[in-house]
T-cell receptor, first 116, second 112 residues
Framework: GDSVTQTEGPVTVSESESLIINCTYSATSIAYPNLFWYVRYPGEGLQLLLKVITAGQKGSSRGFEATYNKETTSFHLQKASVQESDSAVYYCALGDANTGYQNFYFGKGTSLTVIP | EAAVTQSPRNKVAVTGGKVTLSCNQTNNHNNMYWYRQDTGHGLRLIHYSYGAGSTEKGDIPDGYKASRPSQENFSLILELATPSQTSVYFC???????????FGPGTRLTVL
């Protein structure tokens, strides 16, 4: 089926260290997958962090980046130097635009704490 | 600025009672969604809507109804609430051009 698997949390990183949150997907019934990273800060709803709708391309935002790799079915989130303000829950999501309503499949979320 | 709001933000209900969760969007998006999130699960789609007057079943619709009386408003209704419906509920609107979804802040529902 269609699904997303991401790094199990919680993840704790010291400020200025690098970060990678792994995301792999299965898109058996989706011809043209779209991939997203959403972030949820405490007390807020999910916000789009970045998206990539074409395989082989990279998305970036706020110092984060992720490359849509069709061969390895991966969309790992990386940041070279994290800040305390990056502490949040990160969700990888797989989208299916061809359904008309854009059905999303979400990973379980990875809770990130950045220690100052 | 585009926004999705939800009410109430927190709700405690009794088993067998009726619960209505409300969502309002100012994005003018046709598509709207209701998800729930539980520990150990990603967001799971309950119901969605293509526009005013339409409601469709998502992946886990049992025990829930939805209502879309207007472009802006989308409600989730639990006619007979059960403890298994204790969860955090998120509403979202979707932009069909950019494939992005915009989420509300969530409603924490506890059914005792």
């Amino acid at each position: 089926g269609d699904s997303v698997t991401q790094t199990e949390g919680p993840v704790t990183v010291s400020e200025s260290e690098s970060l990678i949150i792994n995301c792999t997907y299965s898109a058996t019934s989706i011809a043209y997958p779209n991939l997203f990273w959403y972030v949820r800060y405490p007390g807020e709803g999910l916000q789009l962090l970045l998206k990539v709708i074409t395989a082989g391309q990279k998305g970036s935002s706020r110092g984060f980046e992720a490359t849509y790799n069709k061969e390895t079915t991966s969309f790992h989130l990386q940041k070279a130097s994290v800040q305390e303000s990056d502490s949040a829950v990160y969700y990888c999501a797989l989208g299916d635009a061809n359904t008309g309503y854009q059905n999303f499949y979400f990973g379980k979320g990875t809770s990130l704490t950045v220690i100052p | 600025e585009a926004a999705v709001t939800q009410s109430p933000r927190n709700k405690v209900a009794v088993t067998g009672g009726k619960v209505t969760l409300s969502c309002n969007q100012t994005n003018n998006h046709n598509n709207m969604y209701w998800y729930r999130q539980d520990t150990g699960h990603g967001l799971r789609l309950i119901h969605y809507s293509y526009g005013a007057g339409s409601t469709e079943k998502g992946d886990i619709p049992d025990g829930y109804k939805a209502s879309r009386p207007s472009q802006e408003n989308f409600s989730l209704i639990l006619e007979l609430a059960t403890p298994s419906q204790t969860s955090v509920y998120f509403c979202a609107s979707g932009d069909a051009r950019t494939y992005e979804q915009y989420f509300g802040p969530g409603t924490r529902l506890t059914v005792l």
